[in-house]
């Protein structure tokens, strides 16, 4: 595997194998894998868990890491192609990736969506120009349209409870939040419900739902059903993704989406969303999550929440992909 962009378009047999093999790391966790071996980490936006799970994993594998963090003790980086470069980025990208890539074996980016135009956002054409500059394995760490490493551990989460595949119910629900977010996670979430063979219902009120590009790409993996009602969503659900994300209609316009958002904050993930879920429904988020924005103190702190093991499962599944990039099983 020389790179890891969106589960999206991984054969699940491939998906799989990485799932089998973050199952071993977690069981054994200390190896020699990516001894001698260099990992690059590049953050063009902040992170907590990304930076801190790739950093112990590639410590547990043997390996050293670096990060770059542009614009706070290394040059900010331009990203547009035949960009004058008067302004405050010092650096392009075409400079920076093959640099950084002739000091590591693999390199690993984050950039964010640009949200100023939605249809360039979804083609995720920056990481994959990044991805194509490198001269080495290349994993993506969050780009506007996809976060695989998000979506690989919350596949193993779900794994890991049992929840069913054929025949689950997966409910991926917008939550409100005070500004609107891009699309990379909860695209990823619901590729991953559809690939893992999970139902995917998504709830969203209305002018919120995912893109028409988006609706489009998911119905080719399996069935998908919107609804405008939590609560009608939510039964006989097995998980509970809630993930905020910006309307189609008023993307790059933040005014006008606030002020379409502002009668929706009742939407926040509730106890009342579990009330006829499946008993062993469980909560789901990324997170970072705003407490009683998106999901209720209770939900989050009680016994169906998910997303601890979420965060864990990072570590354990980013060690799997390194491992088939760079250790013995890629050879
Ligand atoms: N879920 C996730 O990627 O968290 P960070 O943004 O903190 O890395």
Redesign the pocket.
Known sequence: MKQFITLGEMPVEEIEQLLRLAKQLEASPINESLKGKTVALLFM?????????FQAGVAQLGGNVFVIQPGAGSWNLEVEDGAVMDGASQEHIRDAIPVLGGYADALAV?CFAAGKDLATDLTDGLIRKMAAMSPVPFIN??SAAA?P??ALADWKTLDDLEAPRAGGKFVLSWAWHPRPLPYA?PISAAEMALLRGMDLTISAPEGFDLPQETMHQLGKLGKVTVTRDPLEATEGAHAIYAKSWCAPAFYGKPEEEAEARKELRHWCANESWFENADPSARFMH???VRRNVEVTDDVIDGPRSATLQ??KN?LHVQKAVMAAMLGDASQ
Not at 45 to 53: F, I, K, V, Y
């Open positions: 936006n902040p992170s907590l868990r990304t930076l801190a799970s984050r760490m969050e976060h490493c998000q996670v990324c997170l970072p979420q965060a990072r």
